[in-house]
């Protein structure tokens, strides 16, 4: 396990203390959300109180199936970037993060599609999943059509993290894809809902995400679901056979319960055979891309620099 910016361990930890000291002004944390409380969320940038900024850059479409997408395509053109939002399965948007987006596309040189897919409690397990796997599918069939590119990539955050790795799964066992993408990024990703020692042991401290928070978000996710259940592989890829599957880059902090998740995972998925680079950044917590920090500037940058090398 290589830890990384350990240089900028005093300033993450100090923004850790910060956040924590305004948790209590956070509304819905470690229990369902009431309508008025959902509705605010999704409606505010993850991470954030305020709306996020949508640009012109982004077009919305709706492919096959009804599922819909937001794309960016710079003006030049090496691949293509199938990504999936994070928010618990419950909260986010495909617009969500469109300065970010914009920014990977222009400077990976990407066609990025991000994914609305479906969200719990109004739409649990599978309905998420599914509109990934049909956007994989649709990606894979019209990304020379539409892009100029056979070169494809995946990846997301946290619960995109997650489906990601589904999506993946469900390509090559339902429809016999391997290869069809070359590699996956996957930022403190959730990949065992039955929840790993340290999902478990985290407690209630009040980071971005906590053992509470999580065991709600799986509650929405997988309603009626207990953990014997939630260790199924198409809804823990932990559990899954990983054989096939492209290179991968696996990126966590140290201060997320979800460690042990992206710990886990990549040791098995090089024990499946394909490249891993597992990155665990000093003092990070949950979601820490999300705000404005020198390990997120330069976590943002170690990104583009896999997937346009990739």
């Keep these: ?18 956040f924590e000291a305004a948790a209590a002004s956070r509304p819905g944390r470690g229990q369902a959300p009431t309508p008025a409380t959902l509705a605010l969320l999704r409606r505010n940038r993850l991470g954030g109180d ?13 492919i096959e199936g009804g599922v819909k997408v937001r794309v960016f395509v710079p003006d030049h053109v090496d691949g293509a970037y199938l990504h999936f939002h994070g928010g618990g399965w419950v909260f986010g948007s495909a ?17 990025v599609v991000s994914v609305d897919y479906r969200l719990a409690p109004e739409h649990p397990f599978p309905a998420g999943p599914d509109d990934c796997e049909t956007a994989a599918r649709w990606l894979v069939e019209r990304a020379a059509a ?32 391997t290869g069809a993408f070359r590699a996956a990024h996957l930022l403190f990703g959730v990949y065992d809902l039955s929840m790993t020692p340290s999902q478990r042991l985290f407690g209630s401290r009040q980071l971005l995400s906590n053992t509470d928070t999580l065991r ?3 509650e929405l996710f997988t309603p009626g679901m207990g953990p014997e259940q939630r260790r199924d592989p198409e809804v823990s890829p932990l559990f899954a ?70």
């Design 50 to 62: 305020t709306p996020p900024t949508r640009l012109p850059h982004g077009r919305d479409l709706v």
């Design 241 to 310: 056979d990983l054989a096939g599957l492209p290179a991968a880059r696996i990126i966590v902090g140290t201060e997320d319960p979800l460690l042990d998740d992206s710990l886990f995972l990549a040791q098995r998925w090089q024990a499946a055979g394909a490249p891993v680079e597992l990155g665990v950044v000093a003092g990070a917590m949950h979601g820490f891309t999300l705000f404005p920090l020198t390990v997120t500037e330069r976590e943002l940058r170690r990104q583009q620099e896999f997937l346009a090398a990739a």
């Design 95 to 111: 617009d969500g993060q469109d300065e970010r987006l914009w920014r990977l596309a222009e400077q990976a040189r990407l066609a």
């Design 146 to 177: 539409e892009f100029g590119t056979e070169r494809l990539l995946i990846g997301g955050e946290s619960a995109g993290a997650h489906l990601s790795v589904m999506t993946l799964l469900r390509l090559r066992d339902r429809h016999g894809m």
């Design 1 to 18: 396990m290589k830890i990384t910016d350990e240089d900028c361990l005093p300033e993450t930890l100090a923004f850790n203390t910060q």
């Design 216 to 218: 709600v978000g799986y």
